[in-house]
């Protein structure tokens, strides 16, 4: 396994060039766009990595996930979906486009950054830190590492240029879909910033692939929310790329702007990917160059 992952690394790192790393959150154009990282982990225990994981490597989009589980684990699924839809968009990931077109409608999906802001809105705390804190400790449970932290850097760099995120907040507080637009954008922008790598992400992908069961074997998330979220990650997890990649890939798999990709294949595999250089819809474009090959070469598609 570990040759065939080293091989597609190599294959796909050059075609890094041709993606670019995302100019809007400061920090994370730092970052060397040809880095190319992987961590597959499979029902036999085997955890196997290959490349480099970049630093500065964040949840981004893909902490919209934790969060959905979170918030239906906190208010269960009617409270969320009454103010979240369960259709994908095509739009890109931070438009608001389609609520102002269908007459002030709820956001379609939970993992456009509208829908998202709302689902952060509603994970239960009395404070920023109590709600941001509880999101981290069921990450670190998924990802089977204590050591999993905030980035603080790359949430003050976000923090400081969040306008477009901001306004879009305010659009959803004047619809009485939050109530408190600095404390949302605070716990959504500090989910993005958690601090994670290749492993983690894959044992993350595992431990839905187990139907919320961690890599230890310790049942953390009722099985059908694990089935929820991983159909929303079919049908939104890459943006309005989605389309493309359930033909081309067919796995469950969430992407983030820090070029990070979750994929969770169901009760066979994890796999944790980083590559900050982005395709145009903002997509690791080696990440998913090396899944398209993965999963035709071990037959993985859910299709
Ligand atoms: O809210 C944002 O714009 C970023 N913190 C996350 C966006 C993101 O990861 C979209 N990914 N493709």
């Not at 949430?155 to 306004?167: D, I, K, L, M, Y």
Request: glycine letters at 8%; aromatic letters at 6%.
């Amino acid at each position: 396994m570990r040759e065939l992952l080293d091989q597609l690394i190599e294959k796909h790192r050059p075609k890094c060039r041709e993606g670019e790393v995302p100019g809007y959150i400061p920090i994370l154009r730092e970052q060397n766009p040809l880095s190319l990282g992987i961590t597959v982990i499979s029902t036999d225990q085997e955890i196997v990595s290959a490349g480099d994981c970049p630093v500065h490597s964040t949840l981004q989009s893909i902490s919209k996930v934790f969060a959905l589980i979170l918030a239906i684990m906190d208010c269960g699924e009617q409270e969320v979906f009454d103010k979240v839809g369960m259709e994908p968009t095509g739009d890109p990931f931070n438009s608001i486009y389609k609520m102002e077109v269908f007459s002030h409608a709820k956001p379609l999906n939970p993992m456009i950054n509208a829908g998202a802001m709302i689902v952060s809105s509603l994970i239960k705390g009395s404070s920023v830190s109590e709600k941001v804190g509880r999101l981290l400790y069921l990450v670190r449970e998924m990802a089977e590492n204590d050591q999993i932290q905030i980035n603080e850097e790359v949430f003050r760099s976000e923090w400081e240029h969040a306008h477009r995120n901001r306004a879009l907040a305010h659009f959803l507080r004047e619809l009485g879909l939050i109530d408190d637009v600095d404390e949302t954008l605070e716990v959504y922008l500090r989910q993005c910033a958690i601090g994670v790598d290749c492993v983690d992400l894959a044992k993350m992908g595992f431990c839905l692939a187990q139907y919320g069961r961690t890599y230890s074997g310790k049942q953390l998330i009722p099985p059908s929310i694990a089935r929820l979220v991983k159909t929303f990650m079919v049908t939104c997890g890459m943006y309005n790329a989605s389309g493309e990649f359930a033909i081309k890939v067919g796995i469950p798999a969430k992407s983030g702007v820090s070029g990070g990709i979750l994929a969770s294949v169901p009760r066979r595999m994890g796999i944790g990917i980083f590559g900050p250089a982005l395709d145009k819809k903002g997509n690791s474009i080696g990440g998913v160059a090396v899944l398209e090959d993965l999963s035709r070469e071990w037959n993985l598609s859910i299709f």
